[in-house]
Every structure is written in structure tokens, then in C-alpha cells.
């Protein structure tokens, strides 16, 4: 039997990953944050002083990356060529600049065939823009997640001030905006509920109530 994939695409900061991660850990599954393998080249970009806006400059980076993952708490690990960039990919420089990044066809490629790799040989829970219309389309389970902007960004700012981060609502309201219209209008797998997806509007809810609406839907598909 193939294994068993739970694709969850949606904007950002919609509590994608919070409950990618608990569904992972609670089905024992391994949990994909493939935002944080586009972040990851972006902050690669920075390193090398490619600027994010030269589709070229960054393909040519390719070759050369490594992007793997960690078990950890609050938030899995990342490292880029063996180095932790876990905080740094979330730095506001890097989400500024990630949506400039993924739309790039050979970032594309490389990422999407990383994701399905990882697919082929784990049970997986993986979220992302195009996880259930691009990257795994034959997913058991597609969820789309969706939340007000005004609540997306509150939540941000939560996350953002317990670690330290001077942001402002405004400031954070207008940049989800605009990442959501960037990754929603590329060429390439724009962000976009897949036909057969399943849109769980969070709005309001909390983390628990989300986990245990995503469960009762994989319970029905799977
Ligand atoms: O999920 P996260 O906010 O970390 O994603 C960062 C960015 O990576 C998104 O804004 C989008 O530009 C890109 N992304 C993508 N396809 C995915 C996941 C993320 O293009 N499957």
C-alpha cells in the first residue's frame, strides 16, 4: 500500500504548520513545512549576495543546497548545508522576499521533487500553496485552511512578540496581504484549493478545535 498522505495548503499564517505538526506527531507521520524549504533558499540568496529578484542568480544556487529537517520544539529544525537556520528563515527579510523566490520554475521543480521523495517513503503530512494540486495530487486527505487576515496577523503578532520580534499589526496585516496576492497570482502552482480539498475556515476556533475537525475529516477520507 502507498503510504498514507495528508496534504493541508492554505495562506499565510493560517495555522498551517501549528496543526500539520500535532496531526504528524499525534498519526505518527512525518510533518513537511515546505514554506520552510522556500525560506530556506531565500536566506541562501541573502548568504551568497544574490539578490532574491534575480530568477538566475538564485537558480544557479541550486546545485550547491542542501535543506533537511529535525525533530524539535516548538518548531521542527532546519538546516541549510548542515548549518541551523531554524530562526533566521522567519527573520521579516526572508518572508518579504520567499513569494520572489518560489516563483521561480526550476525552485519549483527541485522542491517539488524533494517533497514527493520524501512522500514516496513516509507517511506524511506536508503543507504548503500547492501541496494538493501540484505536489501530491493523489493525497487521501486535502484540507484548506483558511482564516481572516485581521486574525491571521493577531496571531502572528502573538508569535512574533513572544519571540522578541518589534512588528505591528498594521505592518503584519499588510505583508500577509500581499504574500497571499503574490502566491495566489504566479505562474506556477499558485497558492489555490485544490477541487477535491476540504476548506476548514479557522477564524475564531482554537487549536484543539482545529486538530479535532482535521481528524474527523481524516477519519472520513482514510
Ligand atoms: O508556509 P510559509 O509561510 O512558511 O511559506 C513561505 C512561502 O513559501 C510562501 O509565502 C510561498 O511563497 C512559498 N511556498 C510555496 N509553495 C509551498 C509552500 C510555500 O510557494 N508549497
Known amino acids: 500500500m502507498n503510504p498514507i498522505q495528508i496534504a493541508i495548503d492554505g495562506p499565510a499564517s493560517a495555522g498551517k504548520s501549528t496543526i500539520a505538526k500535532i496531526l504528524a506527531s ?5 510533518y513537511v513545512d515546505t514554506g520552510a524549504m522556500y525560506r530556506a533558499i531565500t536566506l541562501a540568496a541573502f548568504q551568497a549576495g544574490v539578490d ?22 516548538p518548531v521542527q529544525r532546519v538546516f541549510l ?47 504548503g500553496r500547492d501541496i494538493g494540486t501540484t505536489v501530491l495530487p493523489n493525497a487521501q486527505v ?23 520580534m518589534d512588528t505591528s499589526l498594521a505592518e503584519l496585516e499588510a505583508a500577509i496581504e500581499k504574500r497571499d496576492y503574490l502566491d495566489s497570482h504566479r505562474e506556477i502552482s499558485p497558492l489555490k484549493k ?24 481524516i477519519a472520513e477520507k482514510t
Open 142 to 164: 486535502k484540507i484548506f485552511l483558511i482564516a481572516s487576515v485581521a486574525e491571521r496577523a493577531q496571531r502572528r503578532f502573538k508569535e512574533n512578540q513572544a519571540k522578541g
Open 194 to 217: 485544490a477541487d477535491d480539498a476540504v476548506e476548514l475556515d479557522t477564524t475564531g476556533l482554537s487549536i484543539d478545535g482545529v486538530v479535532d475537525a482535521v481528524k474527523a475529516i
Open 26 to 30: 499525534d498519526l505518527n507521520f512525518v
Open 81 to 127: 548545508n548542515g548549518q541551523e537556520v531554524t530562526e533566521e528563515i522567519r527573520s521579516v527579510e526572508v518572508t518579504a522576499n520567499v513569494s520572489a523566490v518560489s516563483s521561480y520554475a526550476a525552485v519549483r521543480e527541485a522542491m517539488t521533487a524533494l517533497q514527493r521523495d520524501i512522500a514516496s517513503e513516509n507517511g506524511v503530512v506536508m503543507d
Open 52 to 73: 532574491p529578484n534575480d530568477e538566475s542568480g538564485v537558480t544557479a544556487l541550486l546545485p550547491d543546497l542542501t535543506i533537511t529537517f529535525q525533530p524539535g520544539e
